[in-house]
């Protein structure tokens, strides 16, 4: 029974371990929008925004028709229900950590005329304050837009940013972003 508590009590960390390293995904959406009527979606061809690469452009539209098409939808070529477009943001910033600082613990070696003995007095390490440390980091912001083809009103926005490794985003990253998105839009459309 022990070893059972264990390996549970051992999986509920892990698990709380890797919640805390995800992006954070913000969505905002039209609380009168009524999700269960939209099955088909089409991408919107952007001309006045900045472009990413094409390679990142297909990782991004494939990243969200899969996730899209889990939840039932198909993507239609004519009279689409929604209109999808995305962007794409990396821009340099800083990352701030706090670091504990503590003082070394030591012992000391003094005499006591009393008792006529030396003893070793021990001093713990005692906290002095925190080391805070600045570095530049790239965060990457992935913007996902849905907005009703009849309307034309934005029914449905998910973003998450992250940190990343270059300029451009990579296949891992687009997928994991993405899919923490549509995380957000399966609790939101319901």
Known sequence: MKSYLRVWMGVTVIVFLLAGCSSTTHIEKDDQTDFSKYKTFAWTDDEGSAKVNDLTERQIRQAV???LAKSGWREAKNRPDILLSYDVLVERSTRESNSPVYSRPYSRLVYNPYTRRYTTIYYPSQFM?????ERPVKEGTITITMTDARTDKTVWQGW???????????A???DASVRAIFKKFDVAKN
């Open 65 to 67: 028709n899969k996730e």
């Open 172 to 174: 891992r990253e687009v």
């Open 129 to 133: 304050g925190y080391e805070r440390d």
């Open 160 to 170: 998450t940013t992250d940190e990343v490794d270059s300029r451009h985003l990579t």
